[in-house]
Structures are given as C-alpha cells and as structure tokens.
C-alpha cells in the first residue's frame, strides 16, 4: 500500500529540548516536503526536498532543520523548539517533474511545546 | 493580497443538499488545481485535480475552473454526512514547479 508514515503521532515536549520527526515513503517519490498546520493559517511550507541531498526552505524554515541522506526518509528536526512550533505537522511525497502527480501526505504528528 | 482565498466557513448544510466551495487566486501563472479532502485528524487526500478551465466531473463531485475570473469551485451533489470534511484547494504553477500552494480550508459539515 502507497503510504507516507510519520512518527510520532502526538508529541508533547518542553521548551529547548531537541526532538525530530520522523517520515518516510514506500513510492519512490523524489519530492518530499514538511507543513505546518495552524487554525486560520492553513498548510504552510516548512522545507521541501527535491531529491537526495537537495533541500530547501519553505515558506516557514526559522526554527526547524531537514535531511534527506536516503530517498525514502526526510526527517524534521527541532533543534530547541519554542511553544510557538505547536501545530500539527504533515510530511508529504510526490513525483517529480509532473505537476499532475498527487501528493501523498502522512497522517500528521500533533507537536505541543510547553 | 494572498495568492489563495478561500473562505474559512464553516459550512453547514442538511444531507442532500448541494454544496459549493470556492477559491480565488491572484496568480495567473497558476495551471493545475486541485482539491484536497481531509478529514478529522487525518492527512489531506487528493479529491480532484484539473488542467486549465474548464469541468471535470467524478461521480457526485464537480470541479470547475474559470482562468479568467481566477476562481474555482467544487460542487458536490447530494451531500452525505461522510462527506463532512474540511476541502483545501491546491494550485501549482505551470513549469513543473512543485510547490502546491494552498488554501486555508472550508470545513463542512453535512447533517442528517
């Protein structure tokens, strides 16, 4: 089954305290990319990756690092999250070079920073 | 002004009605438009996508795009509880730029 699994699912941490999100895909997709979804802000752009080793911001980086060392995997990293990093946080997978191709989005991770 | 407008809601309408959703756009660069569903606590699923104006049409489900107001809609026939989600249009620029952007979201409830 087509799927994109990130973990965990709720988390809840303290302010400074370094934690990273897990995602991964089992399509071979070569873009990946991490949202944040906030009540009356909707889906913004965290960072993105369009293959191995090729990241970039988003429209909302400050404050969180990405890697992309294997196609299948693009961890989100907080490096010292602050409570206004609290939302729901959606990783996501696509084809590349088809802006037809769906995005395939995880179940989403539920980040409380207190 | 914002590349996508899209009202917030909420929605409510009884089951069996029609339901329509819209977004405006500023960007006339935009070709592809999409429709995502999702539902509570879940991840956005693609709903509908379409090239360009025009219809396209899925079972009880319409999307419609009009480039030269910059609006799209999506119409959905004989409304069904389970189909009480928030809908997030998604448009991507022509040029294979992968960048989705998206609407805030309409969240609709459909009562029975």
């Known amino acids: 089954e087509a799927q994109v699994t990130q973990n965990p699912r709720y988390l809840i941490t303290v302010t400074g305290k370094k934690l990273t999100v897990t995602c991964s895909q089992n399509?071979?997709?070569?873009?990946m990319s991490w949202y944040r979804q906030d009540p009356g802000l909707g889906l913004r752009q965290i960072y993105y990756?369009?293959?191995?080793?090729?990241?970039d911001k988003g429209d909302v980086p400050e404050g969180y690092k990405v890697s992309r060392k294997e196609k299948r995997n693009f961890p989100l990293i907080l490096e010292s999250p602050s409570p206004n990093q609290t939302s729901l946080y959606f990783c996501?997978?696509?084809?590349?070079?088809?802006?037809?191709?769906?995005?395939?989005f995880g179940q989403g991770t539920r980040l409380t920073v207190v | 002004q914002k590349e996508v407008e899209q009202d917030p809601g909420p929605l409510s309408v009884p089951e069996g009605a029609i339901v329509s959703l819209n977004c405006t756009y500023s960007n006339s660069a935009f070709q592809y438009f999409m429709w995502y569903r999702q539902y509570s606590r879940k991840g956005p699923e693609l709903l509908m996508y379409?090239?360009?104006?025009g219809n396209k049409e899925d079972g009880r489900f319409t999307a419609q795009v009009d480039k030269s107001s910059k609006y799209i809609s999506l119409f959905i026939r004989d409304s069904q509880p389970s189909d009480s989600a928030t809908y997030l249009c998604a448009m991507i620029r022509q040029g294979g730029s992968e960048k989705l952007v998206f609407g805030k979201g309409t969240k609709l409830t459909v009562n029975p």
């Open positions: 996501a997978s696509s084809l590349v070079g088809s802006a037809e191709t769906e995005a395939f």
């Open positions: 990756s369009m293959n191995v080793e090729v990241t």
């Open positions: 379409t090239y360009s104006s």
């Open positions: 399509m071979n997709h070569e873009y």
